[in-house]
């Protein structure tokens, strides 16, 4: 998610002047300090990870969604069944990033007397990127889960109709010296706010990432957005996003597919579902011979014969780590579209936001 195209108007701006707007804006939208907090470190930690697409581009989407379109400010996630290693949560409407985070952690804390547990979510919106749910168990030497359900984008194999959503996976694996394996994946070959970013660029979409409705390949960013997501490995793409929906609704009773909403007319308020795990390593192996290992595959992809023309190879989320360190120390590089968007957010909501300059 790191490979985004650097365009020489982006401006780089730092996370911790990000970090101070987006509490100021989602405060003023009725959340609490600590929730505002937490909202917006998902959003920073997208943007810092290279994941722009799940960034601080959101934010004039999510003022929308607390200001216009329903869904509570204050809203409490609440754990409404326990059935020892597994567990269901209801969102209370909150923002999906609330949510989420609420029932990862209670899934780490159950799996330190369980060494296994799960957490399934409904009542909830969306939440962003999932790598920062699947990270949170990390600390814990655990191995961290996350899916969750999005609106249909794709069709089923060899159909035209919208019914399914790209329903991301993110797994995070804790290593040793080396920085954690975190795979973040959805399963297209892009997303619409990957799209969204070429757009605003205004550069063609590799021909791999969207159909139009019709079901032929596209570039034009226009007609992918208004039209049908390409999923990975053809059918094996759609299957796992079938599977990803299902474990992120079913389970909890969470709205899916097409009754979650569309992108013609937007998502139900507080029907979002998702679905944790977290995998205690220590009930498995000694942690630390664990990460040892997972210290040696790194290197061996790292270190691993290339192809011709290829610099370096990487092992899943050591971009991103790269990404991140680069990011904290230079500024996060955003484009004039985005910025504007969070400046006219910051109007209406009466907040100075000079400091997005650069």
Known sequence: MAGYPRAKSDILISAVTLQEIGVAIFQKCGMSAHDADLLTDTLVVADLRGCHSHGVLRIPEYVQK??????NPTGEPRLVKDSVAALVVDGGNSMGQIGATFAMRRAIDRARTTNLAAAAVRGSNHCGAMAYYAMLALTDDMIGIATTHSLPT???WGGIEKLMGINPLAVAIPAGD???LVLDIAFSASSHGKIRIYHQKGLPIPDNWAFDNSGQPTTDTVVAL?????????????????????????????????ESGNMIE??????????????????????????????Q??????????????????APGELEAETERRYRQDGIPLNSVTLEGIRQSARELGIDASSLQG
């Open 66 to 71: 607390l200001k216009r379109d329903g869904v």
């Open 154 to 156: 794709m069709a089923p």
């Open 178 to 180: 080396e920085p954690a």
């Open 226 to 258: 208004e039209g049908i997501l390409q999923p990975i490995g053809g059918y094996k793409g759609t299957g796992l996003a079938l599977v990803m929906g299902i474990l992120s609704t079913l389970l909890s009773g969470a709205a899916y597919g097409t």
């Open 266 to 295: 937007g998502p139900k308020v507080g029907v979002d579902g998702h679905f944790f795990a977290a995998l205690n390593v220590a009930a498995f192996e000694d942690p630390d011979s664990f990460k040892r290992r997972v210290d």
């Open 297 to 314: 595959i790194v290197r061996q992809i790292r270190e691993s014969k290339k192809v011709p023309g290829c610099e370096r190879i990487y």
